[in-house]
RNA sequence: GGUCGGUUGGCCGAGUGGCUAGGCAAGGCUCUGCAAAAGCUUGUACGGCGGUUCGAAUCCGCCACCGACCUCCA
């Protein structure tokens, strides 16, 4: 374990903590996942790219992560009519929900992948937990905190508040929040208004649905999240993480949840990504302003000028800190895939540095900068400093090789691993590998520069400059330095 | 209406009571047959008005504008 101490914004306090976990060097990080009923938007995945981060360098500092983040598919209604979400899209598509559920599921996956995300090491679903939910409410019933109406089963916020404090998380006072409230289906079950539905009567025609001692129905949306949270990371755990709009209700849920069944305080961290916008308006499924991840990379939609690969939208999402809104525009867009060039550029340019004595001054800064690139890291996964450390690193070594400057072995290896290590394994970057080309490229390639170089030679720039215009058409970049000419695909 | 957050240079975007953030773009120069790359170099900032302070983009107050949440949302 290394002994730099990792900082994070947590929610629950408002406050910078130092992160201690419960039982080193264990960590439990739960995540919420998507609701599976149509597709991952970018905006949803600028959360579980965050998060990834954490992910990942929580293990590069040495600990075991657990990491949860689940799938809900069951019990996320829609306001309008009461329907389950994923319901109401299978009855569109005019196929079963677990069609959809396993649709969508799959989707997520190959996009996660595209991204280049770690796997949760247990993707729990809502459906598969129906027994440990079902449990947990007669717990919240046994206790008192819970009472049963009309074949559905709903929290008593009035009861618990007078024990508990309910609205710590977002910092709701529960009176203020009884004017506002919308009309909610099965609204005139509920004795208090701010009461909200653990297990909901499931109608007739309703396919997803399980008995219950209380019925036949559906689990609430915010229990699945207790349940499985408790079930695979205990009582008291240590990170709960999300976007920020759903720190209101469903985190505060979640904790009330998980207190009113004696199941202690649920995350001892909470931590909110903030959202992704378009021209400073949330991206969102229901304001129909989606963009999806693979529109991203293929360019296809309205408001992308082209597509950018996916290393290139996760760069310049690390550009800005998780916390801060993130407005989507083409013109960012292409800054962030120049200055992640650059980087490749730069590490390349240290693989290539020639060893030797090198000089001292040259490896304090390398290794002092490259190790105030992972402090940030520190400081509440700070990429947007971390990469400015990266940048500067670059400059260093851009200037070194221009001046044919050598390091010594010892230092150059470390520069690489820490180097390495933040853009490939906490970044979770890979840059394009240039050296991948097939063989056959190769030697076309080869004997097209030897042509050309044959014209330099003889001074024939019309078909030296011919073949490089010309290949240039196809996206082959002929460059020539001191060392000779080279040629790279972009 | 309530709660919270934000307003930084041409664009994106960090940040701390005093010391160049960084990237992209733009101007000049070096290298180069030309170009690209690379290096060197130069501008333009902290929404408005007050206050605290030796000193405020940073702390406080008021105002303006923007956003999120207020039982659908990552």
């Not at 201690?20 to 264990?26: A, D, S, T």
């Not at 977002?170 to 009309?183: A, M």
């Not at 289906?185 to 208004?193: M, N, Q, S, V």
């Amino acid at each position: 374990m290394k002994a730099d101490t990792l900082w994070l914004q947590n929610t629950l306090s408002g406050k910078k903590e130092a992160f201690e976990p419960i039982n080193p060097p264990f960590v439990g990080l739960y995540v919420c996942g998507p609701t599976v009923y149509n597709e991952v938007h970018m905006g949803n995945l600028r959360t579980f790219i965050s998060f990834d981060v954490l992910n990942r360098y929580l293990r590069y500092l040495g600990y075991k992560v657990r990491y949860v983040r689940n799938i809900t598919d069951v019990g996320h209604l829609t306001d309008d009519s009461g329907e389950d979400r994923v319901e109401k899209r299978a009855r569109l598509e005019k196929i079963e929900p677990m069609e959809i559920v396993q649709k969508y599921s799959r989707g997520f996956h190959r996009v996660s992948d595209v991204f280049g995300l770690l796997d949760p090491d247990v993707e729990p679903t809502a459906t598969g937990h129906i027994v440990e939910q079902i449990s947990m409410i007669q717990s919240i019933i046994d206790k008192g905190f819970a009472y049963e109406a009309n074949g559905s089963v709903y929290f008593d916020v009035d009861r618990y508040a007078k024990e508990f404090e309910y609205g710590q998380l977002s910092g709701r006072v529960l009176e203020e929040l009884d004017q506002q409230t919308r009309n909610l289906d099965g609204g005139e079950d509920k004795r208090f208004f701010a009461d909200f539905a653990l297990w909901k009567k499931a109608s007739e025609d309703t396919i997803m649905k399980w008995p219950s001692p209380w019925g036949v129905g559906v689990p609430g949306w915010h229990l699945e999240c207790s349940a499985m949270s408790t079930k695979y990371l205990g009582k008291t755990f240590d990170i709960h993480g999300g976007g920020m709009d759903l720190k209101f209700p469903h985190h505060e849920c979640e904790i009330a949840q998980c207190q009113a069944a004696g199941e202690g305080s649920s995350a001892r961290y909470w931590m909110h990504t903030n959202m992704l916008t378009i021209n400073g308006t949330k991206m969102s499924k229901s304001l129909n302003n989606s963009i999806l991840p693979m529109e991203f990379v293929s360019g296809e939609h309205k408001l992308l000028e082209r597509g950018y690969p996916p290393m290139v939208v996760k760069f310049f999402m690390y550009q800005t800190h998780y916390s801060s809104p993130l407005d989507f525009s083409n013109e960012a867009l292409q800054a962030a895939e120049k200055g992640f060039v650059r980087l490749q550029k730069g590490m390349e340019s240290l693989e290539n540095m020639p060893e030797g004595k090198g000089s001292k001054e040259d490896a304090s800064v390398l290794l002092g900068v490259l190790n105030d690139a992972l402090n940030h890291l520190s400081d509440d996964l700070n990429t947007p400093r971390c990469i400015a450390s990266l940048f500067e690193v670059t400059n260093s070594i851009q200037r070194m090789q221009h001046h044919s400057t050598s390091l010594d072995s010892d230092t150059k290896s470390q520069c690489l691993a820490i180097f390495k290590g933040i853009v490939h394994d906490i970044l979770g970057l890979e840059f394009s590998d240039s050296s991948a080309q097939n063989d056959s490229l190769d030697k076309v390639m080869g004997a097209l520069l030897g042509i050309r170089n044959k014209a330099r030679t003889e001074k024939n720039w019309a078909v030296a400059d011919a073949l490089r215009d010309g290949l240039s058409s196809v996206g082959v970049t002929f460059s020539d330095n001191k060392e000779g000419s080279s040629w790279e695909i972009k």
